[in-house]
């Protein structure tokens, strides 16, 4: 069989590298080992950027889940696929999870009109973005609050709306 790993090695000069390592036994007709063929690579670079973008994939999360506003993501259908804890406590719900998932399944939404809502996919359908549009929202519980939301509509390479996604505030 082969043998693979990845490793850290330090250099003569003292730097630490990592190196990725495949190794196999090459036997002899009796089947006895004779030869060990070993390649190693230096993989410090990606290893490196690997570690880039775990980091910024932590704070960029860390932005999702601490931001005091509600950042949202809706499906083409313009159902909720997302929202973070910030948005979720607004909503009145216990958990981004639970909005979501709560939301998407009863195919329940935030607006207080349904004109309201539909109006504000067309304009984002239409422009592409919406800015600090004020809107009346209810909580969970029905408790009435106005938002302010700014959203953009993601489209694909031919055009095609793939996604929505924005911020909102409470601004009553």
Do not use: N
């Not at 080992?33 to 910024?56: F, T």
């Not at 929202?83 to 607004?90: K, L, N, T």
């Not at 979501?100 to 309201?116: D, F, K, N, P, Q």
């Amino acid at each position: 069989g082969v043998y693979s790993a990845t490793r850290q090695f330090v250099r003569k000069d003292g730097k630490t590298i990592w190196t990725a390592i495949s190794a196999a036994c090459i036997r002899d007709q009796a089947g006895k080992p004779s030869m060990l063929c070993c390649v190693m690579e230096d993989i410090s670079e990606k290893k490196a950027a690997e570690e880039a973008i775990q980091q910024a994939e932590r704070e960029y999360r860390s932005i999702f889940e601490e931001a005091p506003e509600g950042i949202f993501k809706l499906g083409a259908d313009s159902r909720l696929l997302s929202i973070s804890p910030g948005g979720a406590r607004m909503l009145g719900y216990d958990s981004s999870e639970e909005a979501a998932h709560t939301m998407r399944e009863r195919s329940l939404h935030c607006w207080v009109s349904g004109e309201e809502r539909k109006a504000f996919i067309e304009r984002l359908e239409r422009e592409d973005q919406v800015q600090d549009l004020e809107c009346a929202w209810r909580q969970r519980d029905g408790t009435p609050f106005f938002a302010s939301v700014t959203a953009r509509r993601i489209s694909d390479e031919k055009g095609r709306t793939t996604y929505y996604q924005g911020f909102f505030q409470d601004i009553t």
